[in-house]
């Protein structure tokens, strides 16, 4: 029964977006269903709900994303038998060749989704649209769009039909949008949506070097907080689960430089600092020959997620208090740093972390742990890419980003068709 009250307004929400997205093209057929949703319908203050559902649930369906970027990281291997896979794990990668695992075309959508369905509020209440709980959320939503493509592609596009701008860009385009979400939720008393801006923006700044507003943002999120993306049993099901996991299709694994972490026996990562058990990476792995569905690769299933309606964390408290320990890192307060990581260690049972005392040793400690408690939240792949760290981890000649949406180049005017995305050198 819950899965269900899930399932409902997911429904629900997807055919009115469904229908919202399409009303712009009512007058091309004169035939008449009077079952069908169109423009009129749309402008009733009953139905902004389930648009902002549509719009939201659009938004997080991160399961894709986090098993592609994961395969361009050191957290999972191909395992399986689809080209897909395993041109992600070898940074394959070419924009292009009509491969958008980056889910840059995905959010492109949800971003144009979220700007007219606060369109249409405002054209039907007013200014008073800006007083509701469904603005603030499909605002927030559209200032997370643009973070997460500056995350996952190696260039996006801020404006509609406009140029393609650097990752860098992507998160400054994110900063005000995501500033006016926050002021909208807290003027809707919506405590969750305004702290999911507000996580939203610690990070673009972070990622942008605003590193002064990143920490206050980080500092600003209380203990306890946490923002998912939603999957059920009987609606969308959380692809890490259905595909890769031991229990149905072993398709990708953890990655091998991994392997001589895992105590197989307790079925978690070892810790790489203190050797005890880390239950934040939770490892499957039958030692009887356990293979990946081709047959030959060894396989080492992860047991975050378990079953197919289980969530996805897109951000939470233990992320905030890391995004400040890399903020007094790169200020050079070390002792600050391994604080921060220390309060994230104790929430998981962990020994506290001693000062190594050099910014090198802070630094792998703060790798590790944002390894650790961001496992398979699809945060890895950036992490290695803005710590310029593909080359020693990954290795040379591999794609660090994914290319910007196929159908985007060649629809676009102002964006050159033939692109290209970072790679190491």
Same mark, same amino acid.
């Given at each position: 029964?819950?899965?269900?009250?899930?399932?409902?307004?997911?429904?629900?929400?997807?055919?009115?977006?469904?229908?919202?997205?399409?009303?712009?093209?009512?007058?091309?057929?004169?035939?008449? *269903?009077?079952? #069908?949703?169109?423009?009129? @319908?749309?402008?009733?203050?009953?139905? $902004?709900?389930?648009?902002?559902?549509?719009?939201?649930? @659009? $938004?997080?369906?991160?399961?894709? %994303?986090?098993?592609?970027?994961?395969?361009?990281?050191?957290?999972?291997?191909?395992?399986?038998?689809?080209?897909?896979?395993? *041109?992600?794990?070898?940074?394959?990668?070419?924009?292009?060749?009509?491969?958008?695992?980056?889910?840059?075309?995905?959010?492109? %959508?949800?971003r144009t989704q979220a700007q007219k369905a606060e369109e249409r509020f %405002?054209?039907?209440?007013?200014?008073?649209?800006?007083?509701?709980?469904?603005?603030?959320?499909?605002?927030?939503?559209?200032?997370?769009?643009?973070?997460?493509?500056?995350?996952?592609?190696?260039?996006?596009?801020?404006?509609p039909n406009g140029p393609a701008v650097s990752d860098i860009e992507m998160?400054?385009?994110?900063?005000p949008v995501l500033t006016r979400a926050i002021e909208l939720a807290t003027?809707?008393?919506?405590?969750?949506?305004?702290?999911?801006?507000?996580?939203?923006?610690?990070?673009?700044?972070?990622?942008?070097?605003?590193?002064?507003?990143?920490?206050? *943002?980080?500092?600003?999120?209380?203990?306890? $907080?946490?923002?998912?993306?939603?999957?059920?049993?009987?609606?969308?099901?959380?692809?890490?689960?259905?595909?890769?996991?031991?229990?149905?299709?072993?398709?990708?694994?953890?990655?091998?430089?991994?392997?001589?972490? /895992?105590?197989?026996?307790?079925? $978690?990562?070892?810790?790489?600092?203190?050797?005890?058990? *880390?239950?934040?990476?939770?490892?499957?792995?039958?030692?009887?020959?356990?293979?990946?569905?081709?047959?030959?690769?060894?396989?080492?299933?992860?047991?975050?997620?378990? /079953?197919?309606?289980?969530?996805?964390?897109?951000?939470?408290?233990?992320?905030? #208090?890391?995004?400040?320990?890399?903020?007094?890192?790169?200020?050079?307060?070390?002792?600050?740093?391994?604080?921060?990581?220390?309060?994230? #260690?104790?929430?998981?049972?962990?020994?506290?972390?001693?000062?190594?005392?050099?910014?090198?040793? /802070?630094?792998?400690?703060?790798?590790?742990?944002?390894?650790?408690?961001?496992?398979?939240?699809?945060?890895?792949?950036?992490?290695?890419?803005?710590?310029?760290?593909?080359?020693?981890?990954?290795?040379?000649?591999?794609?660090?980003?994914?290319?910007?949406?196929? @159908?985007?180049? #060649?629809?676009?005017?102002?964006?050159?068709?033939?692109?290209?995305?970072?790679? /190491?050198?």
């Amino acid at each position: 029964m819950p899965a269900m009250k899930k399932l409902l307004p997911r429904k629900l929400a997807a055919m009115l977006l469904t229908a919202f997205v399409a009303s712009g093209c009512s007058g091309m057929l004169d035939v008449e *269903d009077p079952s #069908r949703y169109i423009d009129e @319908n749309l402008n009733d203050e009953r139905t $902004f709900a389930a648009l902002a559902n549509g719009v939201e649930g @659009n $938004f997080t369906t991160m399961a894709g %994303v986090v098993i592609n970027s994961g395969l361009l990281s050191d957290e999972l291997m191909h395992t399986g038998t689809w080209t897909g896979y395993e *041109d992600a794990d070898k940074g394959r990668y070419r924009a292009g060749d009509g491969s958008d695992a980056g889910a840059s075309g995905s959010w492109l %959508v949800t971003r144009t989704q979220a700007q007219k369905a606060e369109e249409r509020f %405002v054209k039907v209440l007013g200014d008073a649209a800006y007083d509701k709980e469904y603005t603030a959320r499909v605002k927030a939503v559209e200032g997370w769009t643009y973070l997460l493509m500056g995350m996952y592609a190696c260039e996006g596009v801020a404006t509609p039909n406009g140029p393609a701008v650097s990752d860098i860009e992507m998160y400054k385009a994110a900063i005000p949008v995501l500033t006016r979400a926050i002021e909208l939720a807290t003027r809707a008393k919506l405590t969750n949506y305004a702290n999911m801006a507000r996580a939203g923006r610690a990070r673009a700044n972070l990622m942008a070097g605003n590193f002064d507003a990143a920490l206050a *943002d980080a500092q600003a999120i209380p203990a306890g $907080f946490s923002y998912f993306a939603k999957f059920s049993e009987q609606g969308t099901s959380n692809a890490l689960v259905t595909l890769i996991h031991h229990t149905e299709n072993k398709a990708a694994g953890l990655d091998s430089r991994r392997w001589s972490q /895992v105590d197989t026996i307790a079925g $978690f990562l070892r810790d790489k600092w203190s050797n005890e058990l *880390d239950t934040r990476v939770k490892i499957v792995h039958r030692v009887g020959n356990r293979l990946g569905v081709d047959g030959r690769t060894k396989y080492y299933s992860h047991d975050k997620y378990k /079953v197919r309606g289980d969530d996805i964390a897109m951000t939470h408290w233990r992320e905030m #208090r890391l995004i400040e320990a890399e903020v007094h890192y790169r200020k050079g307060n070390l002792q600050l740093a391994i604080d921060r990581m220390n309060v994230v #260690r104790a929430s998981a049972n962990l020994p506290a972390l001693a000062n190594p005392g050099t910014p090198q040793g /802070v630094l792998d400690r703060l790798l590790e742990e944002r390894f650790a408690t961001l496992f398979l939240e699809g945060q890895r792949a950036n992490d290695l890419y803005r710590f310029n760290l593909f080359p020693s981890v990954i290795g040379t000649g591999y794609s660090t980003k994914f290319p910007l949406n196929t @159908n985007e180049v #060649r629809n676009n005017p102002n964006i050159t068709p033939i692109r290209d995305c970072p790679k /190491v050198s």
